[in-house]
């Protein structure tokens, strides 16, 4: 079984069942708190790219944002966002899309990003590049931040000083590049991954939210870490899965002056 129709599968099923359900929703439900919702397309969407993928897979460990972790043994783990940009998508906003990634070990070994309102489909395979739609993506060359749109993702913190902090960022950010922009899911990674966007930054996400997107902006020849400069490092663990992340990610020599300039918002 070669794992890209998996991913391509997956991701053609659940965007016909998102598109169904687009500016239609019902019931819309708060998870941890109000900036995280729920509808029923995000359970169905999640319901059939898992059974797609142990149906082609029926070995390998699952991780999805909706039911938890599927701990099977195995050195693989999927790992599925079925509908990141769940706020946006509630709203009727065209801004969201699906996010699965393949691990093995704590190694992102692939990952597929799906915008199912423009039809984009973004893949990676460790050492084989990234695509959207079949036709290479790389980042974008540019080496002047001031030149570039970048996208930064804040969401609600209880976290004492972090609104602040991520304030006094987005205020360096705003005097050092063309103009700010954010929708807040998959789209940013997309749109850096194939340099419309200089780079994206965001401080609370999730393995499933940046498991996929990290793998093809490396592969588009960008650079990726946490708000520190360190690389990224998923825990795949019962206990530890539902760990939060910060990501940044830009063509290597934009991400170094990102980085300064979220040390000099302390």
Known sequence: M???????KASDEASRILMNSFGRIG????????????TQADFDSERKIVEIIEKDFPSHNIIGE??????????????????????NFASSIPWFGILIALMKGNEVQAGAMCLPV???YYFASRGNGATRNGLPVQVTSEQDLKK??????????EQPGKTDFEARII?????????????????????VADGRLGGCATQSTKIWDIAAPSIIIEEAGGKVS????????????????????????ANAHLHAHVIELIKSSK
């Not at 570039?148 to 913190?157: E, G, I, K, P």
Request: hydrophobic share 30%; net charge negative; charged share 20%.
């Open 2 to 8: 070669h794992v890209e129709s998996t991913f391509r």
């Open 171 to 191: 205020g360096n950010l705003v005097r050092n590049i063309r103009n700010l922009r954010g929708t807040n899911c998959v789209v940013d990674f997309g749109y």
């Open 226 to 249: 946490d708000v520190h400069g360190n690389p990224l490092s998923f825990i795949l663990d019962p206990l530890r899965y539902l760990d939060t992340y910060s990501i940044v990610c």
């Open 148 to 157: 570039t749109l970048f996208a930064y993702c804040l969401d609600y913190s």
């Open 66 to 87: 909706e039911t938890g972790f599927k701990q099977k043994g195995s050195e693989y783990t999927w790992i599925v966002d079925p509908l990141d940009g769940t706020s």
């Open 27 to 38: 019931e819309i439900h708060l998870k941890q708190d109000q900036s995280n919702v729920v």
């Open 118 to 120: 423009t039809g984009e």
